[in-house]
């Protein structure tokens, strides 16, 4: 795909969503890395029921590390792997307290060394909070980002590159939202919907593998 298909495709991207953000809900940057946190292999309407509960009661390092292990599990589950999740949690709020004077901290090497922080939660919490040009990808990005080849790769990292590479520098801060949104709800895993697709005649997904309705 070249540079001219790639500028088309996010500018028509921007055009349908100016102002594209995550569908976490959250009020500050420690309650957005909870919730990321909570949502590794779990819906992200899922994660926001049980933080509606949990945030009203507890939204600082300090106060979901006084609930402990057990007490925060009370509050998530409904999430998939809750157990590991609460344990990891409590660990995270622990180090921020004692590390990093309860702040989420700016660099993707401190969010990393957190408990239950890899690649991708790091990047949505630079992305989303701070405004970062990261990409945070997932299994939406890396399948649109394949099938329409606008930077196709083998695994995650090789197409979050490949992104950082490619895509126009204008689109970088709001890429990853717009094409998770995308593979959401447009070119989704099953039967993508080609039929409805605003960038379906740049996508460069073989027309003879598109649903035919």
Request: glycine content about 6%.
């Amino acid at each position: 795909m070249n540079r001219e298909k790639r500028t088309e495709i996010f500018t028509r991207l921007r055009d349908q969503n100016p102002n594209p953000t995550t569908e976490l809900e959250f009020s500050s940057d420690f309650e957005l890395l909870v919730a990321v946190v909570l949502s590794a292999q779990a819906t992200d309407v899922g994660v926001n029921k049980a933080t509606a509960k949990l945030f009203p009661v507890a939204n600082t390092p300090q106060a979901i590390y006084a609930l402990g292990v057990d007490g925060l599990k009370e509050y998530i589950k409904t999430i998939g792997l809750f157990n590991s999740k609460a344990e990891n949690i409590i660990k995270l709020c622990q180090m921020l307290i004692e590390q990093h004077d309860g702040q989420v901290p700016r660099t993707r090497e401190a969010l990393e060394a957190l408990p239950g922080v890899g690649r991708k939660t790091a990047n949505v919490v630079l992305n989303t909070a701070y405004g970062m040009p990261t990409m945070a990808v997932d299994t939406h990005i890396f399948r649109v980002s394949n099938r329409t080849r606008i930077a196709p790769g083998k695994n995650v990292l090789e197409v979050e590159k490949r992104l950082l590479r490619v895509v126009p520098e204008e689109f970088l801060r709001d890429a990853h939202h717009w094409l998770i949104l995308h593979g959401r709800y447009v070119c989704t895993a099953r039967k993508p919907k080609c039929g409805e697709c605003l960038i379906a005649d740049l996508c460069e997904f073989p027309v003879s593998q598109r649903p035919t309705s």
